[in-house]
């Protein structure tokens, strides 16, 4: 993930990291091949997975142009600094009398494995720090609840009378993510849309938050969103502090919801407890200040610290495409000092600073650690939970993020493999040897439902496997069960209920099995089936977008065609099958070779945006061909 510092960076060759060569210094090194000839070169070569053209010429110890001559000769147009596989590499390798074998990559002991696993940035960065490079840094706080009690409110009312000294005349905007003070120590609250977003940074791997504040409104008591927001929270491993909003309303009834809390095993300090409990009124600005007491308290304990001075590395909260800016980004740093001018890299998109504005509108020329930020200057728009990182160059951030949009390639090529725990995997786990625990996602049409399923589903227990009902809740799938499922390790069991389009979507993304079931005794006997190892899996395909062939073009004198396409819905997804349309007819079905925004590679394209796209195998695109994208996804 690119986390070591420049120190670090620089120890170690890093061949494919390189700044690319210009078309004159390709010409330098042929004239001194030429002058000096190849030195001699081993027999038998290691190559990495993914290489650069230039960095296979010099591990062959041979010119450059050689290479790209041998590629042409088999068919490959590639440049000096375009990536090629293992597979490809070995075979030039071999044409020029040298033999190859990977890479060997070495695993981490077993103990570095389970001290890292279900660390956050935060803790990783603090674990290779030294003690002397680290200081305090501000808390970082989510706020969840139920849709109407109050969220918004209680977020506006903090930001109104908290801002931070010096930010006032800027004009306010919302970036995802803000910063307040009291009493002379700042706090930054994540602005997200609901628990799916948070949850969907743990599922990414990025989990950014110290300390969940579920706001529980008290004339209305725990509901259904709350119970979810309580289970992401749990899941995402955070403490949880209640502000228990409305209490100036007449109907109010605290102690009922503090009840209805202890039920869901949130006891309150009060009633002998660990969770701290603070009444407020949002709408009246009453108990602002003893809630962000309470969350300096809290955080205080954890002793929250990072290294300002180590390059900068961070969480995208969110991004957009904007009309005048183009592609933006709230980026959370979480080490180092963002700065004005900054090269970055984002997965597969780079980038350079170009500038970056506080949550209300203040131009700022450096971001230390845990402060959000809007930043201008990247190639696309990244996704909310990647991961950014300050590199040395802009050419090596370029680099960089072809090397990452290359494995992404390859990764998307392969056969789909499913991330998250399935039915079909629990059977080999449990050939294994292993005690297993299956989380469970469970979603019902009414709440009568739900106990003896539950029930059901317990009597399967044993000594060596667990069914754990992680979450359970009426009405259809949504993306947040999804999000939820991909951050524990869950199967999603419906029961007379739906999945809505945009959770099937992102569960196939995701690689999350969702099963829907209608009678009792079937769903219980397929988990059953599935510890025997006895379940076979059902697909269905499902269209995810459109696009139009607006222009063809021809690259190269060997090269195919790329056609020019306008996405008219949905989304294209490099991952996807593609059938080509012409006149209301198939005229072929593959995958794709490529797909570029202007001139980078992307995974996808939303609908209302231009791309180039690319069909392994077909060469024949026209203008006003309709691409039609798909996915396959588990139905049963």
Not at 68 to 88: F, P
Not at 399 to 412: S, T
Not at 446 to 472: A, C, F, M, T
Request: hydrophobic share 40%; with cysteine; net charge negative.
């Amino acid at each position: 993930m690119g986390r070591r510092d420049r120190t670090d960076t620089r120890s170690r060759p890093q061949p494919s990291r390189k700044p690319p060569v210009d078309e004159e210094e390709q010409l330098r090194l042929a004239r001194a091949s030429k002058a000096t000839g190849a030195p001699a070169a081993p027999r038998v070569i290691e190559l990495p997975e993914t290489m650069i053209v230039r960095d296979l010429a010099r591990a062959l110890r041979v010119n450059p142009i050689d290479v790209i001559k041998e590629l042409m000769s088999n068919g490959i147009v590639a440049g000096i600094n375009q990536t090629i596989d293992y597979e490809t590499a070995a075979i030039v390798a071999g044409e020029m009398g040298f033999q190859t074998q990977p890479i060997r990559v070495e695993e981490p002991e077993a103990d570095q494995k389970v001290e890292r696993a279900g660390k956050t940035l935060w803790q990783t960065l603090l674990q290779e720090e030294s003690p002397e490079n680290v200081e305090p840094r501000p808390p970082v706080v989510t706020v969840l609840g139920h849709v109407d009690h109050g969220k918004t409110t209680l977020l506006d009312a903090i930001r109104e009378t908290n801002v931070v000294a010096g930010e006032y005349g800027g004009i306010t905007q919302h970036i995802g993510a803000y910063q307040v003070e009291h009493e002379g120590r700042k706090i930054t609250f994540l602005d997200t849309p609901g628990h799916e977003a948070f949850t969907a940074m743990r599922a990414r791997g990025a989990q950014v938050t110290d300390l969940a504040v579920l706001v529980v409104a008290a004339d209305d008591g725990v509901m259904p969103q709350t119970r979810e927001a309580i289970d992401h929270a749990r899941a995402a491993g955070v403490s949880i502090l209640v502000a228990l909003n409305k209490i100036d309303k007449p109907t109010a009834q605290p102690d009922r919801v503090k009840q209805q809390l202890s039920d869901q095993g949130l006891t309150p300090e009060e009633w002998g407890g660990d969770v701290i409990v603070v009444p407020v009124s949002a709408k009246m600005k009453q108990g602002i200040d003893d809630l962000l007491e309470n969350i300096l308290l809290i955080t205080e304990v954890a002793d929250l610290r990072s290294n300002p001075y180590r390059p900068a590395i961070g969480t995208v909260v969110e991004s957009q495409l904007d009309r005048h800016r183009g592609p933006t980004a709230t980026l959370l740093v979480q080490g180092g000092t963002l700065r004005v001018g900054d090269p970055l890299v984002i997965g597969a998109i780079s980038g350079r600073v170009r500038a970056m504005m506080d949550h209300r509108g203040n131009t700022v020329d450096a971001a230390p650690p845990a402060m959000p930020v809007l930043v201008m200057g990247l190639s696309d728009v990244p996704k909310a939970g990647d991961l950014f990182e300050v590199l040395e160059s802009e050419r090596e951030a370029r680099v960089r993020a072809a090397e990452a949009g290359e494995r992404l390639r390859q990764a998307e090529s392969r056969p789909a493999r499913m991330r998250s725990m399935t039915l079909d995997e629990v059977f080999s786990r449990f050939q294994q040897g292993d005690s297993l625990e299956l989380n469970i996602i469970l979603k019902v049409d009414v709440q009568g439902s739900v106990e003896p399923i539950v029930n059901s589903l317990q009597r399967l227990n044993s000594e060596d496997e667990k069914v754990v009902i992680l979450h359970q809740g009426t009405g259809n799938i949504t993306e947040s069960d999804v999000m939820l499922a991909s951050a524990s390790d869950a199967v999603i069991i419906g029961f007379h209920v739906d999945a809505d389009e945009a959770a099937r979507r992102l569960a196939a993304q995701e690689g999350i099995d969702i099963r829907q079931y209608n009678i009792i005794y079937k769903l219980v006997d397929d988990v059953e089936k599935a510890l025997k190892g006895m379940l076979e899996p059902v697909y269905e395909k499902v269209v995810i977008g459109h696009a139009e062939v607006r222009q063809v073009f021809r690259i190269g004198r060997r090269g195919g065609n790329v056609a020019g396409c306008y996405v008219t819905d949905g989304e294209l997804a490099r991952n996807a099958r593609v059938r080509v349309m012409r006149a209301g007819k198939q005229v072929f079905e593959g995958h794709l070779d490529s797909l570029r925004r202007f001139k980078d590679d992307v995974s996808e394209v939303r609908a209302g945006f231009e791309c180039g796209v690319g069909i392994a195998g077909f060469d024949d695109l026209q203008e006003g061909d309709v691409l039609e994208f798909s996915t396959e996804q588990r139905v049963s």
